[in-house]
């Protein structure tokens, strides 16, 4: 069973900036897709940013310009820069990955990002 742990989550200003980590039990490159979902109170889960195994990377448009989704391959880990957070940014991240041959997708179990005065 692949198992995702993301960490890096917290409160911060409006203005600031946060990493979110992701480890993966299993080589990045087992996956399709890597990426960032996010979910406010009341509000749906939504696609953050995601890469696909050999690179390209899509953004969903409220963040473009100020996230930024990268991998290391050797410590099978997932990173979300997050740069100028606003309080629309607060929601629990959720780290997702979809199996390259199965399609299948796993979740971590979330992460907390509050942004606030």
């Known amino acids: 069973q692949v198992q995702l742990v993301e960490s890096g989550g917290g409160l911060v200003q409006p203005g600031g900036s946060l990493r979110l980590s992701c480890e993966v039990s299993?080589?990045?490159?087992?996956?399709?897709?890597v990426g960032w979902y996010r979910q406010a109170p009341g509000k749906q889960r939504e696609l953050v940013a995601r890469?696909?195994?050999?690179?390209?990377?899509e953004y969903v448009d409220s963040v473009k310009g100020r996230v930024t989704i990268s991998t290391d391959n050797v410590k099978n880990t997932v990173y979300l820069q997050m740069n100028s957070l606003a309080p629309e940014d607060t929601a629990v991240y959720y780290c997702?990955?979809?199996?390259?041959?199965?399609?299948?997708?796993?979740w971590g179990q979330g992460t907390q990002v509050t942004v606030s005065t």
């Open positions: 997702n990955t979809v199996d390259g041959r199965t399609r299948t997708q796993y």
């Open positions: 890469k696909r195994r050999w690179g390209s990377s």
């Open positions: 299993e080589t990045l490159f087992a996956f399709e897709y």
